[in-house]
């Protein structure tokens, strides 16, 4: 999954682009109620300082853990969320 992320440092607006990689254990509670669970490594595309690169500056990777809700219909339409830590 690609993530665009980013984040404000005084005056300055920093930019960054993941490529996000989930692995997760879906646990159903009731029919179509789930909660779902794993680790994410993200792989550090680029960075962008209001025009400038950054890449040099950051970690290549980062590490991280999901949490997740899930439903899902019969017809088989599916709604989740998912927060990371």
Do not use: H
């Not at 665009?4 to 179509?32: E, H, M, P």
């Amino acid at each position: 999954m690609y993530s665009c992320q980013g984040f404000t440092l005084g005056d300055d607006l920093i930019s960054l682009d993941y490529l996000n990689l989930l692995l997760l254990a879906k646990y159903y509670v009731t029919k179509g109620l789930s909660l779902e669970a794993g680790p994410q490594i993200g792989l550090f595309l680029s960075a962008d300082n209001e025009g400038r690169d950054a890449k040099d500056t950051l970690n290549s990777v980062d590490f991280g853990v999901n949490f997740g809700v899930g439903y899902k219909w019969d017809n088989g339409l599916n709604l989740g969320f998912l927060y990371n830590v």
